[in-house]
């Protein structure tokens, strides 16, 4: 199993741009997460999915959007982009099964100017 | 609103020391996990505390939690160079998405 898989691994957008940050499981977890991790900080909550179809905000939604048409992919768009999502992009995945774990993919670092 | 504070924010110590990082959070819950980050990596997970009392162990890391107290600490053994990292503490907020509410994190740094 590859686990969770994100593209691309970094990214350099000019103000204004959109671009869409991939990410992908293959361990038929329902719950997907997006989360943001900016320099020296803990992770902060973006979007998340608790199934196909279903999608919610989590803490700092504002200039972001999601789908989730399938149960392994849960791709983040960027519409407009702007300096201050200069961030690390985390993409997470769970079961609801005892533990809960989150599984974390690598990582995007995306880099605004 | 579930808040999580972890200090030190960040530690510098000998290997060979013991330490103590400290998590607390601001409202019940039921899931209490502890990652760890290296430079330009991925977050790995280490222990799931769940019940009060919690207790695990792994190599010279070992997590308790004290749910009454809403506090959970991750103590280091003898440490070791390997160790350094950044280590969070995260919590299970309520509902039933298995939201996560991240600390700032820990920054380990272990010193020859």
């Known amino acids: 199993n590859a686990g969770v898989t994100q593209t691309p691994k970094f990214r350099i957008l000019k103000i204004g741009q959109s671009m869409t940050l991939q990410c992908t499981q293959d361990m038929n977890h329902n719950y997907m997460y997006w989360y943001r991790q900016d320099p020296g900080m803990g992770l902060k909550l973006i979007y998340y999915?608790?199934?196909?179809?279903?999608?919610d905000k989590g803490e700092v939604p504002n200039g972001y959007n999601v789908s989730r048409s399938t149960t392994e992919d849960f791709p983040l768009r960027l519409e407009l982009a702007a300096p201050s999502q200069t961030s690390v992009y985390f993409c997470?995945?769970?079961?609801?099964?005892?533990?809960?774990?989150?599984?974390f993919g690598p990582g995007t670092r995306l880099l605004v100017l | 609103e579930l808040k999580v504070e972890q200090n030190p924010l960040f530690l510098s110590m000998q290997e060979g020391k013991n330490y103590t990082i400290y998590c607390n959070y601001s409202t019940t819950s039921d899931r209490l996990y502890w990652y760890r980050q290296d430079p330009g990596k991925s977050l790995e997970s280490l222990f799931v505390?769940?019940?009060?009392?919690a207790v695990k162990q792994e190599g010279r890391l070992m997590a308790s939690l004290d749910t009454k107290a809403r506090l959970s600490t991750l103590h280091i053994t003898a440490a070791v160079h390997d160790l350094s990292a950044t280590y969070f503490c995260a919590v299970k907020g309520d509902g039933t998405a298995s939201k996560l509410t991240f600390g700032t994190g820990t920054r380990l740094q272990v010193t020859l």
């Open positions: 997470a995945s769970t079961q609801l099964i005892f533990q809960e774990t989150q599984y």
């Open positions: 505390l769940l019940s009060n009392g």
């Open positions: 999915s608790v199934g196909a179809g279903i999608t």
